[in-house]
């Protein structure tokens, strides 16, 4: 789970970088049977196209970067 825990961060970490240029970012809050849960914050947490960036962007990115990664869910 440890190494489940780093390589989620290490992509969140590439994923933050293109949240910031709109003001926006992204905390990992915890992970529960390789469902990946999240904060929006920024203007990510207000915007109302944040499903569409979880699911869509983050989600897919986690999905493609991380073996074991079932999904990402907003909390």
């Known amino acids: 789970m440890q190494d489940l825990n780093k390589d ?4 969140l970490e590439r994923i933050r ?5 709109e003001g926006g970012d992204v ?3 915890g992970i529960d049977d390789g469902v990946v849960k ?7 947490a207000g915007c109302p196209f944040s499903q569409m960036t979880l699911k869509n962007f983050i989600e897919k990115e986690l999905k493609k ?3 074991g990664v079932k999904g990402v869910q907003a909390v």
């Open 8 to 11: 989620v961060e290490a992509a």
């Open 17 to 21: 970088n293109a949240l910031r240029v």
């Open 27 to 29: 905390k990992l809050m």
């Open 38 to 44: 999240v904060k929006l914050q920024g203007t990510c």
């Open 65 to 67: 970067d991380v073996p």
